[in-house]
């Protein structure tokens, strides 16, 4: 199993930022897709997930309103968009996948991993 994310960059605060997760090795649409972010000195939280059809999401709420999750099951994709983005959304953002539980917001309670993408908000 492998998740891919990418997207990640260096921006202004307010700024708009797109996140992809492309997912290979798993039946995708049996997965329940997860966000998470990790800022420097900080443990890893979560952000955002969505069910397998994506009818359903959860959200902290540190990002209500700002941040977008969404998938396209037939490119296993997961993304997130994040909008007015804030100095303290910066981190490394992390993609997630588990087939058990809805919704899981634990780190613990995802079985796959992406290797990350940083995002850099400046103030």
């Known amino acids: 199993v492998q998740l891919q994310a990418s997207g990640g960059g260096l921006v202004q605060a307010g700024d708009s930022l797109r996140l992809s997760c492309a997912a290979s090795?798993?039946?995708?649409?049996?997965?329940?897709m997860g966000w998470f972010r990790q800022a420097p000195g900080k443990e890893r939280e979560f952000v955002a997930a969505?069910?397998?059809?994506?009818?359903?999401?959860k959200y902290a709420d540190s990002v209500k309103g700002r941040f977008t999750i969404s998938r396209d099951n037939a490119k296993s994709t997961v993304y997130l968009q994040m909008n007015s983005l804030k100095a303290e959304d910066t981190a490394v953002y992390y993609c997630?996948?588990?087939?058990?539980?809805?919704?899981?917001?634990?780190?613990?309670?995802?079985?796959?991993w992406g290797q990350g993408t940083l995002v850099t908000v400046s103030s």
């Open positions: 969505i069910s397998w059809s994506g009818g359903s999401t």
């Open positions: 997630a996948a588990e087939s058990r539980r809805w919704p899981a917001t634990k780190s613990y309670e995802y079985d796959y």
């Open positions: 090795g798993l039946t995708f649409s049996l997965y329940f």
